[in-house]
């Protein structure tokens, strides 16, 4: 039964490919207005859990509640319709667009032709590399820049919950530190985020709720700082695994206060 309060939450969700499975029994609420940041080893489950939210990937059990409307079983259009982007690992932009054409395509869904400039005049407020590079072909830019004009055009849709993975992939420090500022300017003017980030402790840092997946489960889950200050992170990226939750049988630890 969903919660109509809860922003969005994964309940029970087992989901793979191929008929294994990838997430086995995936659990926990991601807060409206905030940034939660999954993090984990590879093969754990993070991006096979952001395809899941975009409908990429249908769960074989369980539920996902968008402000108490169910996914699974939706497709992607009808997902990005109630107000969920993803923008994806790998660069999607049209090379030999321009950037001015590419950030329009993200309004393929929306008929009004003055709403549709009401949020270009929006997405030009929030990333001047669109004004300034308008006319010059995506190809041009370097991958910070495209990441960035990937992040307007998924504004086009004027979406509730951005979902991004891993954003900072093959970015150098200084572009990654641009990338992870406008995340939080997206965040600032209204967009609920979800990521998966390679870069843990900088995503972490940023972030108002972190959770850890291993093995395809839920271990823990937090603040960003508590996720982020607790020791058994450092024991996951070394390789080990996590000790067994202080809670018993009875669900994966919660740091802090409920």
Same mark, same amino acid.
């Given at each position: 039964?969903?919660?109509? *309060? $809860? ?18 029994? $995936?659990?926990? *609420?991601?807060?409206?207005? &905030? ?37 699974? &079983? ?56 669109? @004004? ?29 919950? $951005?979902?991004? *993975? ?60 508590? $996720? ?10 070394? @390789? ?7 809670? &018993? ?10």
């Amino acid at each position: 039964m969903s919660d109509t *309060d $809860v922003f969005l939450r994964f309940e029970g969700v087992v989901a793979g490919y191929g008929g294994g499975d990838v997430l086995k029994g $995936v659990d926990f *609420d991601v807060s409206q207005g &905030g940034v939660t940041c999954i993090v984990g080893p590879n093969g754990s489950g993070k991006s096979t859990l952001l395809k899941a939210v975009s409908g990429l990937v249908k769960p074989r059990l369980g539920q996902i509640w968008f402000k108490g409307r169910g996914l699974v &079983g939706l497709t992607p259009k009808e997902i990005l319709q109630l107000g969920v982007v993803q923008v994806p690992q790998q660069h999607s932009l049209f090379r030999e667009m321009t950037v001015l054409e590419n950030v329009e395509l993200g309004a393929f869904l929306v008929k009004d032709k003055k709403v549709i400039q009401q949020r270009m005049e929006h997405v030009r407020e929030v990333f001047p590399i669109v @004004g300034e590079r308008a006319k010059d072909k995506a190809g041009s830019l370097s991958g910070g820049q495209q990441r960035l004009v990937e992040f307007a055009r998924c504004l086009m849709l004027d979406p509730e919950l $951005v979902v991004l *993975d891993e954003p900072s992939m093959g970015l150098d420090p200084k572009t990654l530190r641009l990338v992870f500022e406008t995340i939080r300017k997206m965040n600032a003017v209204g967009r609920t985020v979800l990521l998966v980030e390679q870069n843990a402790r900088q995503a972490l840092k940023m972030s108002h709720d972190g959770v850890v997946l291993e093995n395809g489960t839920v271990r823990l889950r937090g603040t960003g700082s508590e $996720v982020l200050n607790n020791p058994e992170i450092g024991a996951l990226y070394l @390789g080990g695994s996590i000790a067994p939750p202080s809670s &018993g049988p009875n669900g994966p630890e919660r740091m802090g206060h409920e």
